[in-house]
């Protein structure tokens, strides 16, 4: 993740930004609901485990995810290549309206989601993933997930030099 630490993406609707401590308490407390847990296939972590699984994220620009969509929360893109150099990165979903309502904002203030760019597996580098998941029922259904999820694949085309590739929404 420490490939994109310095980067802060802006679109009309959501702000990416990188995943830091500040955002684990809000992010644990999305966690704790009983359906994002189902809808993630995600197991209740305590916030300690949280922040260390953040700093992990953080800490390992290179270690490899590997993970199932399960929901209609995540959408899952295939493409051509991803350097293994690259083989994660994950960003917070802010709410851009909040966001640049008041300069100065706190970002936990704004927080939709999340969305990460992945590789999915090891033994073929050249498939990937997005998932996007709008963890704040009040930002559901608004096109926070569509924009982040576009905003990522241009980001992986532009900065990361991933090739375009075929896409496919997950059904579950």
Same mark, same amino acid.
């Given at each position: ?86 083989? !994660? ?46 963890? !704040? ?9 569509? !924009? ?10 532009? !900065? ?13």
């Amino acid at each position: 993740m420490k490939l994109n630490e310095n980067v802060l993406l802006l679109g009309k609707k959501v702000v990416l930004v990188p995943y830091t401590p500040a955002h684990v308490p809000r992010y644990h407390e999305w966690m704790k609901s009983e359906d994002l847990q189902r809808l993630t296939a995600s197991e209740p972590l305590s916030l300690e485990q949280e922040y260390a699984m953040q700093q992990s994220w953080r800490e390992d620009a290179d270690r490899p995810a590997i993970s199932q969509p399960h929901s209609s929360l995540l959408c899952r893109v295939e493409v051509m290549t991803l350097s293994p150099l690259s083989s !994660e990165c994950t960003f917070i979903v802010l709410d851009a309206e909040k966001w640049r309502a008041q300069p100065g904002t706190p970002e936990e203030s704004c927080m939709a989601g999340d969305v990460n760019l992945f590789l999915t597996d090891l033994g073929d580098p050249g498939l990937g993933e997005i998932e996007v998941m709008i963890a !704040e029922p009040s930002c559901r259904g608004r096109g926070f997930g569509t !924009e982040a999820v576009l905003m990522m694949m241009s980001y992986g085309v532009c !900065e990361q030099r991933v090739p375009g590739g075929d896409a496919e929404a997950d059904s579950e």
